[in-house]
């Protein structure tokens, strides 16, 4: 019944900046915990952030923490993922997905919807 749409992806140089977003439909996005994963070809599928559905408490990767920031704005149904001073090592699709329940994990079997993905590269 949750559809999640990604779009904001593109191609950048290093030390720039894209703002992802991740638009529901179906359901009301207060409601669900949401994260981002991405996948690098070759490599597994990792969690970047989270931002929980009772608390709106955020997680984030390791790799991530200090540069990208997950947001809710829910007048607009959409969460987003400002990414700052991409590095070559963020190239990957990004997917935002969705779980009903309260957690506060990156743990991709948690979650029950899932969007299509969109291609961030970032290079020289």
């Known amino acids: 019944q949750v559809q999640l749409v990604e779009s904001g992806g593109g191609l950048v140089q290093p030390g720039s900046s894209l703002r992802l977003s991740c638009a529901a439909s179906?359901?009301?996005?207060?409601?669900?915990?949401i994260a981002w994963f991405r996948q690098a070809p070759g490599k597994k599928r990792e969690g970047v952030a989270s931002?929980?559905?009772?608390?709106?408490?955020?997680h984030y990767a390791d790799s991530v923490k200090d540069r990208f920031t997950i947001s809710r704005d829910n007048a607009e149904n959409t969460v987003y993922l400002q990414m700052n001073s991409l590095k070559p090592e963020d190239t990957a699709v990004y997917y935002c997905?969705?779980?009903?329940?309260?957690?506060?994990?990156?743990?991709?079997?948690?979650?029950?919807?899932w969007g299509q993905g969109t291609q961030v590269t970032v290079s020289s």
């Open positions: 997905a969705a779980v009903s329940t309260s957690i506060y994990i990156l743990w991709e079997h948690e979650y029950d919807y």
């Open positions: 179906g359901a009301t996005l207060a409601l669900y915990t």
């Open positions: 931002i929980n559905n009772k608390d709106g408490e955020t």
